[in-house]
């Protein structure tokens, strides 16, 4: 129990092109959903944190109109990369917290997404 | 702001060595404490958990872990390391049960025949 499944796994695009990355729990209801971004042979940065039905919060120096995250569902949260830049190439995952293990703060990865902009 | 220290970047071990992977955690309170393993290209796995009780937490894969509250201190043991165990293995911690995850550096384990 408590899969987080990301898709794609790897997408190329090209510079000035929208990319949506989508994170799926597929036996539990996630509560929250938090976006991470990693920089090759670095560690997670949080870059927004979203509740269904509302507005994601974002990490500060995180761009939100840049990084579009939408939460529309207890099972599904979209992150759209608007107009991507060769900077914004990184590895993204996404995070679920389960209500069920919602007292242990616990959270459940998705495999990530590999984003290279050319 | 809680912030997570994880000393060793890179470590090696020989196979069917023991380990251990320093965490050092700042927060005035007991936090909520976990250990996760990467694989190149993959997204995170829970290795074990903390949050209350006993402070020798066992994990899969024959991992544990200790809280120390003195020593702000939340070290990731193995007593005998496999191949199958080279990793990136990130520690974490989070203020309470809602609150989002702040992550050590990572320290990354290689395994030496």
């Known amino acids: 129990g408590a899969v987080v499944s990301q898709h794609p796994s790897r997408v190329i695009c090209k510079s000035g092109t929208s990319v949506k990355i989508e994170c799926r729990s597929l036996?539990?209801?996630?509560?929250?959903m938090f976006w991470y971004r990693q920089f090759p042979k670095q560690s997670l940065m949080l870059m927004a944190t979203?509740?269904?039905?509302?507005?994601?919060?974002?990490e500060q120096g995180v761009e939100k109109d840049k990084f579009l995250i939408n939460h529309a569902s207890l099972t599904l949260s979209t992150l759209t990369v608007t107009s991507a830049h060769p900077e914004d190439s990184s590895f993204y995952i996404c995070s679920a917290r389960s209500r069920v293990f919602a007292n242990t703060g616990e959270l459940f990865f998705g495999e990530g997404s590999r984003l290279t902009v050319l | 702001a809680q912030s997570v220290t994880q000393p060793d970047i890179h470590i090696t071990v020989s196979e069917g060595a023991s380990l251990e992977l320093r965490c050092n955690y700042s927060?005035?309170?007991?936090?909520?404490l976990f250990w996760y393993v990467q694989s190149p290209g993959q997204g995170l796995q829970l290795l074990l958990k903390?949050?209350?009780?006993?402070?020798l937490v066992q994990g899969i894969k024959g991992f544990e872990a200790e809280f120390k509250r003195s020593q702000s201190s939340f070290n990731l043991r193995k007593p005998s390391v496999h191949w199958s165990d080279a990793a990136e293995y990130f520690c974490a911690v989070g203020l309470n049960a809602g609150n989002m995850l702040t992550f050590g550096g990572g320290t990354r384990l290689m395994v030496k025949p």
């Open positions: 927060y005035g309170a007991t936090p909520y």
């Open positions: 036996d539990f209801q996630a509560t929250t």
């Open positions: 903390y949050f209350s009780g006993d402070t």
């Open positions: 979203s509740n269904e039905g509302s507005k994601a919060t974002y």
